[in-house]
């Protein structure tokens, strides 16, 4: 079974302060995926990463960053928290090569106060 | 960009059929999936079909896929309140094969 750990469940930073949003997978899967769900807007994608040390931006990149030093790691940084960035972070993961089911992690809950 | 579309709620009571519906806007779709989110979790992978496909049959689980009115539906038979959850449709398009387009999440409420 795929395994996609996220590093916290809930997490409350202030504004302004530089976070750190962390998911590993043990499937040696090439691509990783960064997404942000809010109600009634769904999936929103905000990076993903077909290989280590690449990096591509997906629909709402700003204020974030990402970091993929090793395969089996992604992090999701997000440079000066803000009130508009509290939200649910999934990470996910793929084999690599084109239409291979996404696995998800239990998601990280962010809240900036 | 794509667009994907999802009903935002459904009420069943248990035993009845559930029928999740979902619309798309890009005919070069390739795969279609369908995801459960269980509170509080992240998605989970129910099933998936390929874009020539009219129908995938999975124990409880049926996918209907009408590729010219761009209309994907997930019917759950015999439901219960485990079943209870968000579900997500998504699907990926020929030019950007490792790239996911999600609906908006379908709230499905089981009534005992």
């Known amino acids: 079974d795929v395994k996609v750990t996220q590093s916290s469940r809930y997490l409350v930073k202030r504004t302004g302060e530089k976070v750190f949003l962390e998911c590993v997978q043990d499937?040696?899967?090439?691509?990783m995926f960064w997404y942000r769900q809010d109600p009634g807007l769904g999936l929103r994608l905000i990076y993903f990463?077909?290989?280590?040390?690449?990096?591509e931006k997906g629909d709402i990149p700003e204020g974030y960053s990402v970091s993929r030093e090793k395969k089996e790691r992604f992090s999701l940084i997000l440079e000066s928290a803000s009130t508009n960035q509290t939200s649910m972070y999934l990470c996910?993961?793929?084999?690599?090569?084109?239409?291979?089911?996404?696995?998800f992690g239990d998601g990280t809950r962010l809240s900036i106060l | 960009g794509e667009d994907v579309e999802q009903s935002l709620f459904l009420s069943v009571r248990e035993g009845d059929s559930s029928v999740i519906n979902c619309t798309y806007t890009?005919?070069?779709?390739?795969?279609l999936y369908w995801y459960k989110q269980e509170p509080g979790a992240g998605l989970q992978l129910l099933t998936y079909?390929?874009?020539?496909?009219d129908m995938k049959q999975d124990q409880r689980l049926t996918v209907l896929l009408n590729k010219k009115d761009k209309h994907l539906s997930l019917r759950i038979a015999d439901t219960q309140t485990g079943d209870s959850a968000i579900y997500f449709c998504?699907?990926?398009?020929?030019?950007?094969?490792?790239?996911?387009?999600f609906g908006t999440g379908t709230s499905l409420t089981v009534i005992p």
């Open positions: 996910a993961s793929s084999e690599g090569g084109s239409n291979q089911p996404q696995h």
């Open positions: 499937m040696d899967h090439e691509n």
């Open positions: 990463s077909y290989d280590v040390k690449m990096k």
């Open positions: 890009d005919s070069s779709s390739t795969y």
């Open positions: 079909i390929f874009s020539n496909m």
């Open positions: 998504a699907e990926t398009l020929t030019n950007t094969g490792n790239q996911f387009y």
